[in-house]
C-alpha cells in the first residue's frame, strides 16, 4: 500500500488532474483503508469547494448546501482565501 504521504499528494493533484488508472486504484485503496486519510481528504474537497464558490461567485455565501462549518472556521478560511487573493492580485 502506499504511504500516506503519497495518497495525501494524490489525493490533491486529483482535484487539479485526472490520475492514471494505477493511481486512482492506489489512491482509492488507500482510502478504504486508511481513516485518516479519508478524513483528510474529506476535508480537501470542502475547503477546494468553498475557495472555488469564494472565487466563483464574488461574495461568500452563507447558506452552503453541503458544507457545513461553524462561524468561527468560515471566518478563518475567508481570511486565508483574503490573503491568497490579494498576494497572486
Ligand atoms: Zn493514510
Do not use: W
Not at 461574495?59 to 475567508?78: A, G, M, Q, S
Amino acid at each position: 500500500m502506499i504511504s500516506c504521504r503519497e495518497a495525501s499528494r494524490l489525493a490533491s493533484e486529483s482535484l487539479d488532474r485526472r490520475l492514471r488508472p494505477a493511481e486512482q486504484v492506489e489512491l482509492r485503496l488507500h482510502l478504504l483503508m486508511c481513516r485518516l486519510c479519508r478524513a483528510a481528504f474529506e476535508q480537501l474537497k470542502i475547503l477546494r469547494e468553498v475557495g472555488r464558490r469564494f472565487f466563483s461567485r464574488g461574495p461568500f455565501e452563507e447558506d452552503l448546501p453541503d458544507v457545513h462549518l461553524e462561524e468561527e472556521e468560515k471566518e478563518r478560511i475567508k481570511a486565508v482565501l483574503r490573503a491568497n487573493a490579494s498576494s497572486c492580485s
